[in-house]
Nanobody, 114 residues
Framework: QVQVVESGGGLVQAGGSLRLSCAVS????????GAWYRQAPGKQRELVAS??????TYADSVGGRFTISRDNAKNTVTLQMSSLKPGDAAVYSC?????????WGQGTRVTVSS
């Protein structure tokens, strides 16, 4: 059974940095897609960054500030966030594709104080 667990959320001042980690167990996902999404209160879920086959893509709103990386040996997907803004506050969730199905974590909350 595939399990996805995020960690690293918390409270940070505007301009600060946070590092989110997503640990996948129960399967290896090597070159399959791994992605980070976020959802703020009252807003739709937004794709923040994805990594597939060594190619990373980012939402325009986070480009240049966020970096997605993965360690296939450790089955982890990491989101390094810098220059955080109050608008980045949301619940961040990790999703990975394994065997043609998407698996989601429970999410980790990021709060950015101005």
């Amino acid at each position: 059974q595939v399990q996805v667990v995020e960690s690293g959320g918390g409270l940070v001042q505007a301009g600060g940095s946070l590092r989110l980690s997503c640990a996948v167990s129960g399967s290896t996902f090597s070159n399959n897609a791994g992605a980070w999404y976020r959802q703020a209160p009252g807003k739709q879920r937004e794709l923040v960054a994805s990594s597939t086959g060594g190619i990373a893509t980012y939402a325009d709103s986070v480009g240049g500030r966020f970096t997605i990386s993965r360690d296939n040996a450790k089955n982890t997907v990491t989101l390094q966030m810098s220059s955080l803004k109050p608008g980045d506050a949301a619940v961040y969730s990790c999703a990975v594709a394994v065997g043609g199905r998407d698996y989601w974590g429970q999410g980790t909350r990021v709060t950015v104080s101005s």
